[in-house]
């Protein structure tokens, strides 16, 4: 069946540096393509979104990429700060939504 | 605009025990979702409706009831609740495709354990 792999499933940076986080989907009637952040005890919150026409979007210190002719997408994250500490999905979205297993990424100060 | 509203937050079940988790939202979003969350998995999709009176099962609907008998409210129902339901679970509402800010709104989840 159709599937989302997400990786890495930890990660661990120095506040400041980049965190790149990617997924790779198998279903091609897959045509949107969020990112979800969901912080401790919280529910998961849309922080970015791609479409399939477009190959990258940006909002400050957070952009996505989509390669769609290889099925996968990254999410960056620049001049990391400790509070971008958070467990992050991924998800693809088309006939069925499928989400990644997640990445919990931790900011060290 | 509350957005999806879910309750009880937290819920501590005996083996065998039955109970509804609410959740409703006032989006007017046809289509509603429940997922259970486990470490290392994900989300993982128990049911689904796409409008009032129309429900689907997903990927791990074993042991769970739904019902939507309203735009509004898509309530999960645990028949006979067991340890390997122990579990976060979220409700989820989703936009229409297409519209701006398509997407998935989560309600606040309820931790269940099941002893």
């Known amino acids: 069946g159709e599937n989302v792999e997400q990786h890495p499933s930890t990660l661990s940076v120095q506040e400041g540096d980049s965190a790149v986080i990617k997924c790779t989907y198998s279903?091609?009637?897959?045509?949107?393509f969020p990112w979800y952040k969901q912080e401790l005890g919280k529910r998961p919150q849309l922080i970015i979104d791609i479409r399939s026409n477009v190959g990258e979007k940006k909002d400050q210190r957070i952009a996505v990429t989509l390669n769609k002719t290889a099925k996968h997408f990254s999410l960056h994250i620049t001049e990391t700060q400790p509070e971008d500490s958070a467990v992050y999905f991924c998800?693809?979205?088309?006939?069925?939504?499928?989400f990644g297993a997640g990445t919990r990424l931790f900011v060290k100060a | 605009n509350a957005g999806v509203t879910q309750t009880p937050k937290f819920q501590v079940l005996k083996t065998g025990q039955s109970m509804t988790l609410q959740c409703a939202q006032d989006?007017?979003?046809?289509?509603m979702s429940w997922y259970r969350q486990d470490p290392g998995m994900g989300l993982r999709l128990i049911h689904y409706?796409?409008?009032?009176?129309?429900?689907d099962q997903g990927e791990v609907p074993n042991g769970y009831n739904v019902s939507r008998s309203t735009t509004e409210d898509f309530p999960l129902r645990l028949l006979s609740a067991a340890p390997s339901q122990t579990s976060v679970y979220f409700c989820?509402?989703?936009?229409?495709?297409?519209?701006?800010?398509?997407?998935?709104?989560f309600g606040s989840g309820t931790r269940l354990t099941v002893v």
């Open positions: 989006m007017n979003h046809e289509y």
């Open positions: 989820a509402s989703r936009t229409p495709t297409g519209i701006p800010n398509y997407g998935y709104t």
């Open positions: 998800a693809a979205m088309g006939f069925k939504t499928i």
């Open positions: 279903d091609s009637a897959s045509n949107y």
């Open positions: 409706s796409v409008g009032a009176g129309i429900t």
